[in-house]
């Protein structure tokens, strides 16, 4: 079983649409979160931090629950700019750098 | 903003050469580390170095070496390049972890890296 699973996808919805993605980890040592987002052939590039129950950003809402090891990014309101991959990362404990543990990611498509 | 520069966007290469890739961060990151992502398999760490002149090795350091010999700058070292390493090699840099945690990684551009 990989450390952190993602729903690979893809999820195609139309504009304005609200889509959810989940992501489940196994390591319960997991303290921090983060989502990315990876446009084809690009860097991935930080989009949220959950460093407790969730996160909040404009159209972008992160909740972690804990108890049951997932974490889920929301996108209202979907522009078509929103189409990348997202990816989900997992960080145990803090004494270590190397704790950072990467989702294969969920392909998102937003059409016209 | 953290700026994380890789020396090259494309690299070709013949196998058996030995080839440098460069990395370089402008925002005083102790951490450094190097990935692969190929297709299907996500993000695989290759080493990373949480200080000058330290390194560990991640989950898939054979036939890679590393150097740090600045804090900004981490070079990746294929010491006899294989096909098998043809891939997309990303450079990331992070703080150390605070009180909150571990901190989010910082991504360059990535070398695209063929080896014929």
């Known amino acids: 079983r990989k450390e952190v699973e993602q729903d690979p996808g893809p999820f195609n919805v139309p504009e304005g649409a609200t889509v959810a993605f989940n992501c489940t980890y196994s390591n319960s040592a997991s303290q921090s979160f983060f989502w990315y987002r990876q446009d084809c052939r690009k860097e991935p590039k930080l989009l949220m931090s959950?460093?407790?129950s969730g996160n909040e950003d404009g159209r972008f809402t992160a909740q972690l629950n804990r108890a049951s090891q997932y974490i889920s990014l929301l996108i209202r309101d979907s522009k078509l700019s929103d189409s990348a991959t997202y990816l989900c990362v997992s960080a145990q404990s803090s004494g270590s750098a190397r704790q950072l543990t990467f989702g294969s990611g969920t392909q998102l498509t937003v059409l016209p | 903003d953290v700026k994380v520069t890789q020396s090259s966007r494309y690299l070709v290469k013949r196998t058996g050469e030995k080839v440098f890739l460069e990395c370089v961060q402008d925002m005083d990151h102790e951490n450094m580390f190097w990935y692969r992502q190929d297709p299907g398999l996500g993000l695989r760490l290759i080493y990373f170095?949480?200080?000058?002149?330290?390194?560990e090795k991640g989950d898939i350091p054979e036939g890679y070496s590393v150097s740090r010999e600045k804090k900004e700058r981490f070079s990746l070292i294929l010491e006899s390049a294989s096909t098998n390493q043809t891939s997309m090699y990303l450079c990331a840099s992070s703080l150390h972890p605070s009180g909150q945690g571990n901190q989010p990684q910082h991504f360059g551009d990535g070398t695209r890296l063929s080896i014929l």
């Open positions: 959950v460093y407790s």
């Open positions: 170095s949480y200080d000058v002149k330290m390194k």
